[in-house]
């Protein structure tokens, strides 16, 4: 059954009943006839964006007192739309109004969005940093490194203000002997880029160690004279070092980029231009310390390698070794001398035997045993009678003297009852001699 307006309007003494998707395409078809609502557009601020997987754009437009939900389809997104849709950001958005029947719910149906205002600036902005990162501007190796110790600094900010005081500040708490220059440039406004790149031209002729740039926070407006082109050339085209610091720490802008140390405020690319002059001094101080008792270890460890080496020169001394040589030589005569007196108090002890031994077979050993021994005048042993005259002396030896005799009689046997030493027998006596 189709709904109509005439049914609707004249159906007082009728009771027709309508289901809920009649009505809503019955209003859909109102919105989509009215020509304002063909082709409108909206100007607010975006909340509740949602990126949908499908490429669709969900999103809320809202001013001081009414939202009205949107959406952007993704074949509409190609054309229509040249950035990242943020909440928060001011937009202007052209499309349709109807009704999505499911819902019930009217919305606006997105064709193209662009940025309002400050978001124009936004895409100039995103624009020019593209372009610039396409030629190199930003390549960190094209980046020139700060000079560790500057002796003098160019400053190009206004000639007013707290960026200028604070960087005074700043420098005469770090370091005073630094000295600044600054060139009062115009950092807002008309001319303001212009103004600024001329002070980086003029400094970086000037020959100071460094160049800082900047100002402090604002808006993206009051920051774009930092966004123009002609400051990124002056920066990028400078020989002398350059930090920027520009607004504040959120704040981004091409000359950041460009430069070749990017300071998150101008009082911060102060303290990194300037090294504090008393912190180095407390750290000399420290090296100092630490170099003093690294020579006292050093000096120490030579000291004893130095005695090392004299205990080892005093070991391998001719000196040292001569009279190692002779102690030795005293200990093996010591050792030799105790050889030779043990040997020889052996030697003596057998030699003591053998004489008592030596003794016992001696004859005059016998003697003590009431033995004799007969001798001539001339010393020659009389060993038998026949050795024997009559009235003429010999000598007989006894053991504890001598006697000198003359034979009165001599009697000779001849048996076996006498026998040598060697077990042999004696001669045998058969005759006697008797004086007449």
Known sequence: MEFCAACFCTGQNMKQIFTVSQINSYIRRIFDSDYALRKIF????????????????????????????CVMFATDRPKGLHFQMENGQMVVVQGNI??????????????????????????????????????????????????????????????????????????????????????????QGEGAAESIARGIRYFDKSGVDLIIIGRGGGSIEDLWAFNERIVADSIYEAETPVISGTGHEVDMTIADYCADVRAATPSAACELAIPDVYSIIQQFDRYGDELDGRMQYRMQEYRQRLLDARRLLDARHPGTKLLRQKMLCQSLGERLHQSMDTRIREARHRMHLQAE????????????????????????????????????????????????????????????????????????????????
């Open 42 to 69: 909206l100007k607010g601020e975006i909340s509740n964006c949602k990126y949908h997987s499908s490429g669709h754009i969900y999103f809320t437009l809202k001013d001081e007192r009414s939202t009205i939900r």
């Open 98 to 187: 109807s009704v999505f029947e499911r819902d019930g719910a009217y919305q606006l149906y997105a064709k193209e969005i662009e940025l309002s205002g400050a978001g124009e600036l936004y895409i100039r902005y995103e624009k020019l940093k593209q372009e610039l990162l396409q030629l190199g501007y930003f390549d960190f190796e094209k980046k020139k490194p700060l000079p560790p110790y500057p002796e003098s600094i160019g400053i190009v900010t206004a000639l007013t203000g707290a960026a200028i005081e604070d960087i005074k500040s700043i420098a005469a708490r770090r370091n005073p002997f630094v000295q600044l220059y600054l060139f009062p440039a115009k950092v």
């Open 357 to 436: 031994r030596l003794h016992g077979l001696s004859p005059t050993a016998r003697l003590t045993g009431g033995y004799v021994f007969a001798q001539d005048k001339e010393g020659h042993p009389v060993a038998s009678v026949d050795q024997l005259e009559f009235h003429r002396t010999f000598q007989l030896i006894f053991s504890d003297g001598e006697a000198e005799v003359s034979p009165v009689s001599v009697t000779k046997r001849r048996d076996d009852s006498f026998r040598t030493e060697d077990g042999q027998g004696g001669a045998d006596i058969s005759t006697e001699q008797k004086e007449e």
